[in-house]
């Protein structure tokens, strides 16, 4: 009886396995989410299925522009629903399966196409970082981020039609574009961008604002006299033929629309800065990052970049 007690304690001090519900439960600072799951009538889910969670911290949830919980659970159900399976792979993923390098499209559990990225073993969900990896449960695994991913449903072009303040930005893109003497490149770059899907190339643009465009003189009588050819340039050194979110622009210079122009970027904790070959002082400072497109990624900039 003795022997058979000791066995028995022994078993019953033994871990237990955790679910990934029970590993969300034990990381302090997933409150928000934990809020969020439960209001969307999530925790099944998480449970049973085979899962990889890129979990947004409470300080993710903040920077994304949610205070607390209960702006969280304002929301309709079903769209904090999505949103958190915007989170969601239906497999396990650890960081040493992961796919190295930046960019590697995934598709997740909302149906929407994310870019996943593996850094010295470091994880990236867009323009998320990972900030602790590898929290396995019995049906999966958990990667902390720093951010909360929205599902993107907009093309480019949809987001600064859309947009009130990239209207003048826009009004010269379409004179550029379509224009008597247009440049026949921008018009096929403006045809991807109306595009709503997932599609290649993708493209980083760094949209002024209104504000930035009439400052160099670029107001909407401005813009509808001058010369497409003028315009197709100016356009054009605002986009690069590439993704980059925020966290991998290069501190370096940078090609544009037209590989024979670059601006120079510098990346920085305290800010990015890019710089325009026309007008080196001061840099245009990018006021709000990754504005992220079904076929891109977008910046917003408050002067406008001259070649």
Partial sequence: LLIFSVVSGCKQDDPQPKSISDVLIEETDLGMLRAAIEHAGLQDAFKTSSLTLFAPSDEGFKASGFADAAAITA????????????????????????PLGQNNPIKMMSGARLFLS??????????????????VGTNGVIHIINRVIPIPNQSLAQIIKNTPDFSLFRQAARRAATGMGGDARLAIFYADTLKTGPV????????PTNQAMIAAKLSQGEI?????????????????????FSIFLPNATLNMFDASYTTTVENKATGIKITGRGNPTPPANVTKTDITATNGVIHIIDKVLIP
């Fill in 224 to 244: 509808s006299v001058a010369n497409p050819a003028n315009l197709a340039r100016i356009v054009s050194y605002h986009i690069a033929l590439s993704r980059y």
């Fill in 200 to 207: 290649e190339p993708a493209y980083t643009m760094f949209v």
């Fill in 75 to 98: 929301l309709p159900a079903e769209q904090v629903r999505a949103l958190i399976t915007n989170h969601v792979l239906t497999s396990k993923l650890a960081t040493e399966t992961m």
């Fill in 118 to 135: 593996n850094i010295d073993g470091t994880p990236y969900l867009n323009q998320a970082k990972g900030t602790k990896s590898n929290l």
